[in-house]
């Protein structure tokens, strides 16, 4: 992999776990749900390190949440993605395969995802 981006993906789990840190800290009670990247098919095949970078990425995310035994919850988008097409702008006819964002039926899916993971953790 780039070593840059791996410094920076590495730099990140460090805020997050920080962040996470912070908050069970200052609010013990409070439930923190924290969601990986889905994978992004179009930009995968057209950069080769993407879908090493974005799996790299899940498992900081992974990683770290997993270093908080109560009351913060690991929701795995990058599955509920898998195998299903027009999640985001890339995948629909005319729009550059760069556009990574979610179209509502991808935001639709990651909504799904939080609440399976909520309704498991009430």
Known sequence: MVPFATQVITQYGRNLGA???QLRMGLPGAKVFVA??????????????A????AFFNDVVN????QFPAN??????HAAFLGRENLVLG???GVSPFETHPTNKGY???????AEVIDRNR
Request: hydrophobic residues 60%; aromatic residues 10%.
């Open 51 to 54: 879908g090493p970078m974005i």
């Open 108 to 114: 639709q899916v990651m909504a799904k995802a939080f």
């Open 63 to 66: 990683q770290v949440v997993g």
């Open 19 to 21: 962040i996470l840190l």
């Open 36 to 49: 990986n990247q889905y994978a992004i098919p179009a930009v995968e095949a057209l950069v080769p390190l």
């Open 91 to 93: 995948d629909l006819p």
């Open 72 to 77: 913060v919850y690991f929701v795995d988008v």
